[in-house]
């Protein structure tokens, strides 16, 4: 069974940090892994998705990486600003399609 | 072009009634999914349907039911509510492709049952 980890739960940062943050997952059978952010009372706004052969995508000043042979990924957030809180969550997309989410990294960045 | 759009925004339901969430695609995604977030669980997977085909299923008791119509748009029926269901229920759209669609969210139905 897919097993999807955040760590950290929750970081708080000054503004203009550059910051990562972590997913890990259990089985490395995935079509894709995706970012993704939720602000308060809001449903979540696509970040990034990489597929599974895939290394890398990058989107503005966001990046993330996956290493499917170590269950591993991180979205690197250069020169972060107030506007990048919210909580961020990844998603894996098993070969049996049963899409797998973490907890969350809830990040606050203050001014 | 317009979002994924989810009613009702908010609802009130009693313990045993029934209860039916509406789901409103982009134009032009064929595949739509559900998700239930709790505090304590986060978010779950409920079922997908692609073309009016239910192509998955979560871990999820036979109360949750859902379809698909021919314009996309999508449903979800929850039966004999119990006070766990309280939730917000997410819905996503997508093109459909498993390896790179991504999945774009309604802002999601606030279940509250009581």
């Known amino acids: 069974k897919q097993e999807v980890t955040q760590i950290p739960a929750a970081l708080s940062v000054p503004e203009g940090e550059n910051l990562v943050l972590n997913c890990s997952f259990t089985?490395?059978?995935?079509?894709?892994l995706q970012w993704f952010r939720q602000d308060p009372g809001k449903g979540l706004t696509s970040l990034l998705l990489i597929q599974s052969s895939q290394r890398e995508q990058t989107s503005g000043r966001l990046n993330a990486s996956l290493d499917k042979s170590s269950g591993r990924s991180t979205l690197y957030i250069a020169a972060s600003q107030p506007g990048d809180s919210a909580t961020y969550l990844c998603a894996v997309r098993p070969g049996n399609n049963d899409m797998r989410f973490g907890a969350g990294t809830r990040l606050t960045v203050k001014p | 072009k317009a979002g994924v759009t989810q009613t009702p925004r908010y609802l009130i339901k009693t313990r045993g009634q029934q209860v039916t969430l509406s789901c409103s695609p982009i134009s032009g995604h064929r595949s739509v999914s559900w998700y239930q977030q709790t505090p304590g669980q986060g978010l779950q997977f409920l079922f997908e349907?692609?073309?009016?085909?239910?192509?998955n299923k979560g871990n999820f008791p036979g109360r949750f039911s859902g379809r698909q119509f021919s314009n996309s748009r999508s449903e979800m029926n929850v039966s004999t509510l119990e006070l766990g269901d309280s939730a917000l229920y997410l819905c996503a759209s997508s093109l459909g492709n498993v390896y790179n669609s991504p999945l774009h969210f309604g802002n999601g139905t606030r279940l509250t049952v009581t």
């Open positions: 089985d490395s059978a995935i079509y894709n």
């Open positions: 349907y692609f073309s009016e085909t239910q192509r």
